[in-house]
């Protein structure tokens, strides 16, 4: 953060603390700031944007969000175990998908899910948090289920925790089976091209994507945005063309009796073709997902007026082709496209490919940046590509992991009815466990009538349920995929989970309160050495335990010790007077201090303009204060002690504390806590990388009895 020169304005009360809303209040520290940074950040961006601003994003996200569910075209049918397929199938099929796409799409997702957002979180850790944190006032019964029931608690956890680790693994399968299918449309042209040619393409073109990620959502979407509309306007039309030419009454699958038809026919078979069809609504979680990166206005006249109706007339015009072609299902993409246009096509749909994948990548960055703010995963380099949206994040670290996974899915599992069956899990166990949250947000948080959510869960739980089961026999058939990859993340997630709240419950235990530092300090034995102190803390209801272990281990204290409070706002910059907020704290020679910063502010503590500020915070702050203790120092001494203090040499003290595991620690904790030591070890510090001249820095370590 550029702290630009000049006085922070000291106000009266101090703000502490922290990345995320979960924090609680300091009982010591904590009053509001007169400031309307706090409401301006929490304003929904829909109230901050007008109509020609919502047409704008929503036309940004065809190149982001929409891209794995309007080129499922390219995977749907090749997907599906068809044997011998007859016209009644055909039209069967096609009513599943359109009535999948109606009911999930556009009722559930569009209409319902995208309203449960927290403040542009993906739907899953949002609806949890909504439903945990429900005001203590206004609780329901199956609320209060949930503050006293820590069973309930730990499965709902769980619950949300699974359908991120799939969410992330759905990051992993699209740009897989998006630009491998794309690319398969070079061997029917070229008949020598072998598969494996096809899928070392794939993988470069993987490669190149994931090299651009760094670049930033805004110039990817729009760079990409008119491929993903060139894509949206033609397959649609190729799709009025073939409906015209081959089978003008395509339209009366509509008709739900089509659905009934098909399964009375085919019986388990139909069944079991529900895997491949599930894939039709696939990336329809990138529609929550991605909110961080746009707003709920844009998604939702996006997917409305474009990728709805594109993909209702691009799938009847692909069933109308195979009524009349029914043994070319395996290529049903494809094949359908006239020949006078197979090429402009092909570029089209290998260049929309690659916006599928982006789709799910942004995605994924969205899911695991909140996961980090919550807690739930171990914390990774968060990049703001951009000044204006909070949410456009990217991660280095994942990039690279998600593109070494890619890559590796195509060339060792590269047939793509394996990758279909994997992608399949994902979509349906994801579809189903946010039917579950949003039933619970439903009836705890909205508060809506019971007839309305035994309405909405009967439906949608029955439905997907079906689609469940049907995916869950692919497992040997490549649906394994998904669950070794979300098992692989959900013991991570869990792990880093149980290790901070271990942390965080040592903590507040042993917490440091005023009034027992202030007995510390009394001890003749502690010596007020010169110098200025910057102690770093973050714990919310008091000062951490590793101050107690410094001072009395070192048996001293600087003569002026200010504890230091890094606080992260959902704002792309904090203004000059507000970035620094001090507060003297009774104590001779202690203070408390908070820099505020928002997403596009550059944090750098380097050199003496940052100490400078706070000092002149400070004497501002004693100058103007005018009800001091009976025992207080004269003003002039105190403000010549923090002059003298500088000058005596600056020391920035950060704690690092660790589990001590002993012999009567249970055989549970032994092994959770140590992993958690791993991840620990292996992640990001907790405050960002300030800046601070190493010879000023000192680290405290401290063990935390396990």
């Not at 469940?468 to 490549?478: D, F, H, N, R």
Request: with cysteine.
């Amino acid at each position: 953060m550029d702290l630009q020169s000049g006085a922070a304005v000291a106000l009266p009360e101090l703000l502490i603390d922290s990345a995320s809303d979960t924090s609680h209040h300091l009982d010591c520290l904590h009053f509001p700031l007169h400031n309307t940074t706090d409401s301006v950040m929490l304003q929904s961006s829909d109230n901050k944007t007008g109509r020609w601003s919502n047409l704008l994003l929503a036309y940004k996200t065809l190149g982001v969000v929409f891209g794995g569910l309007v080129t499922s075209p390219l995977y749907v049918y090749p997907s599906m175990h068809l044997n011998s397929p007859t016209e009644e199938d055909y039209l069967g099929i096609y009513s599943i998908m359109f009535w999948t796409l109606t009911l999930i799409g556009v009722v559930k997702y569009a209409c319902i899910a995208l309203k449960a957002d927290d403040q542009g979180e993906d739907v899953n850790s949002s609806q949890s948090r909504c439903v945990l944190n429900e005001d203590n006032r206004q609780k329901s019964r199956l609320g209060k289920v949930f503050e006293t029931s820590m069973v309930a608690r730990r499965a709902l956890l769980f619950i949300a925790m699974l359908g991120t680790c799939m969410l992330i693994g759905d990051g992993i399968l699209t740009p897989a089976i998006s630009v491998l299918s794309a690319m398969d449309g070079l061997r029917a042209p070229f008949p020598s091209i072998s598969k494996s040619l096809v899928e070392a393409l794939s993988a470069v073109v993987l490669f190149i994507l994931f090299l651009l990620q760094k670049f930033g959502t805004s110039r990817v979407s729009f760079l990409f945005s008119p491929i993903m509309g060139a894509w949206t306007l033609s397959t649609p039309l190729v799709g009025i063309y073939s409906i015209i030419h081959h089978y003008p009454s395509i339209f009366k699958a509509l008709s739900p009796y089509y659905i009934f038809h098909f399964f009375w026919r085919n019986g388990k078979e139909g069944w079991l073709m529900l895997g491949g069809t599930i894939l039709c609504i696939t990336g329809s979680e990138a529609l929550f997902a991605d909110l961080g990166h746009f707003n709920r206005s844009s998604i939702q006249i996006a997917f409305l007026f474009t990728i709805y109706p594109s993909l209702i007339l691009t799938y009847a015009g692909q069933t109308a082709y195979l009524i009349k072609n029914p043994n070319d299902h395996m290529d049903g993409f494809y094949k359908f496209i006239p020949k006078t246009i197979y090429w402009p096509i092909f570029i089209i749909a290998t260049l929309a490919a690659v916006v599928a994948s982006q789709s799910l990548i942004s995605a994924t960055f969205s899911v695991i940046k909140q996961s980090v703010v919550l807690d739930y995963f171990p914390r990774v380099k968060v990049v703001h590509t951009s000044s204006n949206k909070e949410g456009e994040v990217y991660s280095p670290e994942v990039n690279y992991i998600l593109m070494v996974f890619c890559i590796a899915v195509i060339l060792i599992f590269g047939d793509g009815q394996d990758i279909g069956n994997a992608f399949g899990v994902v979509v349906s166990l994801v579809m189903l466990i946010t039917t579950i949250l949003l039933t619970l947000v439903m009836i705890i948080i909205w508060r809506t009538p019971s007839l309305l959510v035994a309405l909405y869960f009967i439906i949608f739980f029955m439905m997907e349920g079906v689609y469940v089961s049907a995916v869950l026999t692919k497992i040997p058939e490549g649906g394994w995929i998904p669950f070794a990859i979300s098992f692989i993340l959900a013991f991570i997630m869990f792990g880093w989970y149980y290790g901070r709240q271990r942390k965080i419950q040592y903590e507040l235990t042993h917490k440091i309160d005023l009034g027992r530092l202030g007995m510390l300090l009394s001890d003749p034995s502690v010596q007020r050495v010169p110098g200025l102190c910057f102690f770093y803390t973050k714990i919310q209801n008091g000062l951490t335990p590793i101050l107690g272990h410094y001072t009395k281990n070192m048996r001293s204290l600087h003569k002026v010790t200010i504890f230091t409070t890094l606080r992260y706002l959902l704002v792309p910059k904090v203004s000059p007077h507000e970035r620094i907020v001090v507060k003297e704290l009774g104590l001779r020679g202690v203070y408390a201090c908070v820099i505020q910063y928002g997403y596009a502010d550059s944090l750098n503590l380097e050199g003496d303009n940052f100490v400078s500020q706070v000092l002149d915070s400070l004497q501002e702050h004693i100058e103007n204060c005018s009800s001091l203790p009976s025992d207080h120092m004269p003003v002039q001494e105190e403000i010549s002690e923090l002059s003298e203090a500088k000058t005596a040499g600056v020391i920035h003290v950060r704690g690092k504390a660790r589990f001590h595991i002993g012999k009567s620690t249970s055989f549970f904790d032994r092994f959770m806590l140590a992993f958690y030591e791993v991840l620990h070890k292996n992640c990001r510090p907790a405050l960002p990388v300030l800046g601070v001249p190493l010879p000023q820095c000192l680290e405290v370590g401290m063990f935390y009895e396990a």
